[in-house]
């Protein structure tokens, strides 16, 4: 069975919160001292976990290059959600609406991890990406996404297009976002049961998905930068919806 490489503070401290039992190797780095590795030494030890402390280079080869701040575990794969189905009709048992993030091309690990980041604070129930356009939950996905990884369902679908399709069998609500949409964000009614659809950086949405879209809107830019970082750009659009959801409570 082969293990997934938690590194960092944040990504390991969130496993041991949400799903302890999946920790089966914790390495620390030896000679540290400061508070801060020492509460989690004393956490790690007071939930039953072995420590085992190691030197720099054992850790760096561990986490395989990823900044790791002298903690290093290996765990067994988590599954937030069997599929999509299934999340959505727990979901709908919650008398929640729906509220997605779909990524298209979203291929580096520090966008993806920033992107699960914002969709965990935003209360966003899923991010959701094609199988063979996507980046997957690495080791830096885990680290930048500080937790998230752990919280927010990350499920890769065979076709995003036929997957959009479903979701408006579900009345789910598709709106993507494109440079040369003629209406503002602003005018979306994110009230309702939703997804937003964001493109990579340069390629954008494939045009399929960009058609499968119910709407488009833009992102309002003021200033001499022409587009933003899709995960600065996924955190506008998700605020978007909580803001709205807010106000109407």
Request: aromatic share 4%; net charge negative.
């Amino acid at each position: 069975m082969s293990l997934q490489v938690l590194a960092g503070f944040h990504a390991i401290q969130s496993r041991m919160r949400h799903a302890l039992e999946s920790i089966q190797e914790l390495y620390v780095e030896e000679g540290r001292r400061d508070k801060r590795m020492q509460a989690f030494v004393d956490q790690a030890q007071a939930r039953g976990l072995r420590v085992m402390f190691v030197d720099k280079k054992r850790l760096d080869g561990i986490s395989q290059g990823v900044r790791h701040q002298g903690v290093v575990a290996l765990a067994k794969e988590v599954a937030l959600a069997l599929d999509l189905d299934e999340l959505l009709d727990q979901v709908e048992d919650r008398k929640e609406k729906p509220f997605l993030l779909l990524l298209d091309g979203v291929t580096d690990p520090h966008n993806l991890g920033a992107c699960l980041r914002t969709a965990d604070a935003a209360g966003c129930h899923a991010v959701i990406a094609p199988r063979d356009r996507a980046v997957g939950l690495n080791a830096t996905v885990r680290r930048v996404a500080c937790g998230a990884a752990e919280t927010v369902p990350y499920l890769t679908v065979t076709n995003l297009a036929r997957t959009m399709r479903e979701l408006k069998d579900r009345d789910i609500w598709l709106v993507g976002t494109d440079d040369e949409a003629t209406h503002s964000l602003h005018a979306v009614d994110a009230r309702s049961a939703m997804a937003w659809v964001m493109g990579a950086e340069g390629e954008g949405m494939r045009r399929l998905v960009r058609e499968t879209c119910d709407e488009l809107v833009s992102i309002p830019m003021l200033g001499s930068v022409e587009s933003l970082n899709v995960s600065v750009a996924s955190a506008v659009c998700l605020y978007e919806t909580v803001r709205q959801r807010q106000v109407s409570v």
